[in-house]
């Protein structure tokens, strides 16, 4: 059974920071890459961060320069870490892992609340 559980999510004061981590179990194929989405109300899933395995990065403008993506690749696990977080920050941030067999799997979420 695959899953993907995320963490570290919660309520945060603009300014403040947050580490989000993510566990991927049970997938039988190479994970090419991991990777964070998220989601805000009435909005679609953007892009936040994603690695891939040889050590590429890409980010979304609105993070760059605040956020960190990482990788454990031996425990299949990616982190976020979230840093000068703004209330537009605030949705529910998904795990992504994509695989070398070109299948995509996904988190539950966990929820980020920027607000003084």
């Known amino acids: 059974q695959v899953q993907l559980v995320e963490s570290g999510g919660g309520l945060v004061q603009p300014g403040g920071s947050l580490k989000l981590s993510c566990a991927a179990s049970?997938?039988?194929?190479?994970?090419?890459?991991m990777g964070w989405y998220r989601q805000a109300p009435g909005k679609q899933r953007e892009l936040v961060a994603k690695a891939t395995s040889g050590g590429g990065t890409n980010y979304a403008d609105s993070v760059k320069g605040r956020f960190t993506i990482s990788r454990d690749i031996a425990k299949n696990m990616v982190y976020l870490q979230m840093n000068s977080l703004k209330p537009e920050d605030t949705a529910l941030y998904y795990c992504n892992a994509f695989t070398a067999a070109f299948t995509n799997y996904w988190g539950q979420g966990t929820q980020v609340t920027v607000s003084s």
């Open positions: 049970g997938i039988t194929f190479r994970i090419s890459t």
